[in-house]
């Protein structure tokens, strides 16, 4: 009788593991651009665990470690714990706020020691995985709206207990799971109405709440007035109607004052209105009234201060031109200019860097990283496998979309890292299981999981 002996290369998409190396590469050059300077010794410092990109080489190498094990395991076994994973998940995001260290007003982190792990970052391999469980079971209709809601709790639990650690930023990410429910037959009135609150939410930064409600009235008085024929025959588009002017000013009536002011802290909400040149109108007023001119002159300044990582960014990468400075000659990456430039800022690096040529190389790069896991979740057997992928293309081209466009002033500073080039070992760590797990999974693509 044969012994079986697992092949850790069979059936691996070798294509997404080179590309997942050559990110992980281009963020450790990265990371050493931007905190290197002349008279380190690279090999010491490399070896030393006290620079940023030596702690991040370490962390990579547990990485490669960690993602042997995974391609060592059995599919079957992310089945099988997919639920209990994602008790663990909540229960570690519930403990941040026992044990949780606050690290830039964000209470959503649990020191180890020689790293902080943040668990709703890592949540969102659990949660992956649980609804990957989910609507991969035989007894789960999706077309009913009660499968809608567990799968709709499942995927944004974690994001509601995010807000509540003030961590608004990572709790965005999860409703790219929208996404993958969608591709499993979520019906299109959910996304619609998804563009719908976003594109109602641009408009709220550019007029006042007043006069939006009165132009919602005016537009719904006016179709009806216009259409009154079809109303009078089809009483369904009076009701339809009624029910569209009714969403869209409890919306911007009452969601969107109550986000701005219990949802958002003050300094995001400021920064939000200011990419658009207004005042926050959602501010407190009374606590501005009874400020002392200390205090007011205190809070003007950090207003003026809340756009410097913005204005810095965007002239770290203008100065980059088309080709590039080149490596480790970037002033401002030198200079310390730009704040956060390891984490959230580490595309400032690749523009200054590498110019226009690098950073849509990057871009394309992702765009490929991104249109292989779509193409491998296309060739699942298993609905868990398919799902599981969506749910990791979504959360990769959230982050990535994101963080590029706050780099470049499109988005509202928010927190969120690029994937595997930002300095930090649990996005790391996050990133790696859940490309790995979906390559193992992949490598066993003829099984049926469930």
């Known amino acids: 009788m044969k012994q079986r002996n697992p092949e850790i290369g069979k059936g691996v998409d070798w294509l997404l593991v080179w590309l997942y190396a050559l990110l992980v590469f281009i963020g450790l050059l990265c990371i050493f651009s931007v905190e290197y300077r002349s008279g380190d010794s690279v090999i010491q410092s490399f070896l030393g665990f006290k620079k940023n990109y030596s702690k991040q080489l370490f962390y990579f190498m547990a990485c490669i470690v960690l993602a042997t094990f995974i391609l060592l395991t059995d599919s079957k076994l992310f089945t099988a714990t ?164 009714g969403f869209c000013s409890l919306f911007v009536g009452v969601g969107i004052p109550f986000t701005f002011k219990h949802v958002f802290k003050p300094y995001q909400a400021n920064r939000i209105f200011s990419m658009v040149g207004v005042d926050n109108p959602f501010a407190d007023k009374n606590a501005v009234e009874t400020m002392s001119p200390e205090e007011a002159r205190a809070k003007q300044k950090k207003n003026d201060q809340q756009n410097y990582n913005v ?43 590498f110019g226009f040529i690098g950073t849509t190389l990057l871009i394309l790069i992702y765009l490929a990283l ?25 959360i990769f081209f959230f982050h990535v979309t994101v963080n590029v466009c706050v780099t470049v002033g499109l988005a509202p500073v928010i927190g969120i890292t690029l994937p595997l080039l930002s300095y930090g070992g649990s996005s790391l760590l996050t990133f790696t299981i859940l490309l790995f797990i979906l390559v193992k999974l992949d490598a066993d693509r003829q099984m049926v999981l469930r």
């Open 370 to 394: 991104i249109l292989r896991i779509v193409v491998i979740a296309e060739r699942q057997r298993s609905t868990f496998s398919r799902v599981y992928a969506y749910c990791v293309a979504s």
């Open 311 to 353: 204005k810095q960014s965007k002239i770290a990468i203008g100065s980059g031109g088309f080709f590039g400075k080149g490596f480790l000659k970037g002033t401002q990456t030198q200079g310390d200019f730009v704040p956060e430039q390891h984490t959230d800022f580490i595309f400032t690096s690749v523009g200054e860097n």
């Open 82 to 245: 997919a639920n209990l994973s994602y008790l663990i998940g909540v229960l570690l995001i519930l403990a941040t706020f026992v044990v949780g260290k606050e690290i830039k007003g964000s209470k959503s982190w649990i020191p180890l020691g020689f790293m902080n792990l943040q668990p709703v970052e890592l949540c969102k391999i659990f949660a992956s995985l649980a609804l990957a469980k989910y609507l991969s079971m035989q007894e789960t209709d999706f077309a009913k709206p009660k499968a809608q809601m567990v799968a709709a709790v499942l995927a944004f639990s974690p994001a509601a207990l995010s807000i509540m650690q003030g961590e608004t930023g990572l709790a965005l990410v999860y409703f790219s799971f929208l996404l993958p429910m969608y591709r499993e037959g979520l019906p299109p009135i959910y996304l619609i109405a998804g563009v719908a609150m976003a594109a109602l939410l641009v408009v709220s930064l550019l007029f006042s709440t007043k006069t939006l409600l009165i132009a919602f009235a005016v537009l719904a008085v006016l179709f009806i007035y216009f259409n009154r024929r079809q109303v009078k025959r089809n009483n369904q588009l009076l009701i339809a109607t009624f029910v569209i002017w």
